[in-house]
């Protein structure tokens, strides 16, 4: 049985324990990545609901995995969004291998799979300078020139798929490529968590293995810090982590979705610490810069796509790089298939596609009502200043949906809709609920019921 054999099992099994709305909605879209350790790796949805997705499915994905006699003991939930460290990982599995070979692989003590390579695309050739970050690009820079001494740590903060995972793995790169005895270590926070409750649960030497592992390399980075928010113990273990490479001049690297002072529930001493060396943010690059990432991004592919249907993309996704490569990726496969050059109509019918297929259609003012509606609330006091919980938690949930399911709606401009709140204020309302929905079997019904509510075709 291979790992696409087994999956398909999985799957097959679950039509029978879950409903089918849900199996269509959420497993169908699911990847199987490898096998690591007693866990079988899948790349499930995004990040934004991975909490809620895990909650309600991972038990039944567990009994699907035993149903089948898989070699595993448990199903490990990744998002979509955010997985390049396991499918970087996973790149070389060989696919025709049994499930059983990859788990013994690992048995054997090949411990194949432990460190994660940095991805070498993503370094500064490849990285389009603009006005939007050509400030990051020169802090980068200076950092891979001289790892330790410039700016430590830099912590590099903004909004999705600007770019911010590509450059700190270019730094990474560039420090190899002048030197490739450099121990350097990329993680993203979960996995620094993960690990270091591991060493916690399984060594009886100390933590030390963990130890060894964060502290003798030249240049750490953690991948979206903000993770770590609310985990004390973890950044306890960060905080002396910190301090020890900082002392000994390595370099330390962060990336985040915000600033350091604006990540709720990270402690006061780890805070003042990434304020340290340099915060550097990243914005939406604007139409020149988009339009030479598609040319940069063509021509890694060997495509020549004219000028004008590049601009013509350039100009439909305006803040997100990562969205606007897959539109140009979904572009270049669509053009194969018709087994022409891309053009503005080949963009035009991809974008039809993509706006008609995503569920998602919907916009604030939909979330506003539905809310209004299910906690039987007015509107003026849901988007107004009154702070009794009877609209408190509804005005939070609303804001929670409404980051959760209209996409690219900059955090202050719902905050101009909420009475001119401040985008700070949003995104703790958002931090809030989806904190709750791991914790609060209530909040979790609501949330779902909304989402039924809304998603309903
Ligand atoms: P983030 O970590 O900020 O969410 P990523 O670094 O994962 O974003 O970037 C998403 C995608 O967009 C990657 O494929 C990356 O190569 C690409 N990208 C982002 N910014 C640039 C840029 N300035 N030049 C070239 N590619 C970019
Ligand atoms: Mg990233």
Redesign the pocket.
């Known amino acids: 049985m291979t790992l696409k054999e087994m999956w398909s099992k999985m799957v097959a099994r679950l039509e029978m324990t879950m409903q089918a709305y849900s199996v269509d909605t959420w497993i169908r879209s699911m990847v199987p990545l490898g096998i690591e350790g007693e866990q079988l790796i899948v790349k499930a949805c995004a990040q934004s609901l991975l909490s809620t997705i895990v909650t309600s499915f991972q038990e039944k994905l567990n009994e699907a995995a035993r149903f089948v006699d898989a070699p595993v003991k448990s199903v490990l939930l990744v998002p979509q969004d955010n997985c390049?460290e396991w499918e970087v990982k996973f790149a070389s599995l060989d696919e025709s291998k049994s499930v059983n070979e990859l788990v013994k692989l690992i048995d054997d003590g090949v411990q194949k799979y432990d460190s994660v390579p940095l991805n070498p695309?993503?370094n500064f050739e490849?990285?389009?300078?603009?006005s939007s970050?050509k400030f990051l690009y020169a802090a980068a820079r200076a950092v891979a020139d001289s790892p330790g001494q410039t700016y430590n740590p830099l912590f590099i903060y903004?909004?999705?798929?600007?770019?911010?995972?590509?450059?700190m793995q270019a730094i990474g790169n560039d420090v190899l490529l002048s030197d490739e005895k450099k121990r350097i270590l990329y993680v993203t926070s979960e996995k620094f968590v993960t690990d270091f409750v591991t060493s916690i649960r399984t060594s009886k030497d100390g933590n030390s293995s963990f130890r060894k592992k964060y502290r003798e390399v030249d240049v750490l980075m953690i991948?979206d810090i903000q993770f770590i928010a609310g985990k004390e113990a973890t950044q306890e273990e960060m905080f002396h982590t910190f301090n020890e490479l900082y002392q000994a001049g390595k370099q330390i690297i962060l990336?985040s979705d915000r600033k350091p002072k604006e990540i709720q529930g990270l402690d006061d001493r780890l805070c003042s610490r990434f304020e340290w060396g340099l915060n550097v943010d990243?914005l939406p690059?604007d139409l020149e810069?988009r339009i030479a990432?598609l040319q940069?991004?063509a021509q890694m592919n060997n495509q020549n796509i004219d000028f004008e249907v590049l601009q013509f993309m350039a100009e439909k996704v305006d803040s997100n790089?990562?969205e606007m490569?897959g539109l140009l990726n979904k572009v270049i496969l669509l053009a194969r298939v018709h087994d022409e050059k891309p053009t503005i109509e080949i963009v035009q019918e991809v974008l039809k596609e993509i706006v008609v297929k995503s569920e998602e259609n919907i916009t604030s003012e939909m979330i506003i009502e539905k809310v209004c509606e299910y906690f039987n609330v007015s509107k003026n006091d849901l988007l107004g200043k009154k702070k009794n919980r009877e609209v408190v938690e509804p005005r939070q949930m609303c804001i929670y949906l409404i980051t959760d399911l209209v996409h690219n709606m900059p955090l202050a401009k719902i905050g101009n809709i909420f009475g001119g709140r401040d985008h700070t204020t949003i995104m703790h309302a958002r931090d809030k609920v989806a904190q709750k929905l791991e914790t609060n079997i209530k909040t979790k019904v609501q949330i779902t019921d909304l989402k039924d509510l809304l998603l309903r075709r």
């Open positions: 390049e695309k993503y490849n990285f389009v300078v603009g970050n903004g909004g999705t798929g600007l770019g911010k995972t590509h450059i991948d990336t990243v690059p810069t990432i940069k991004k790089v990562r490569e």
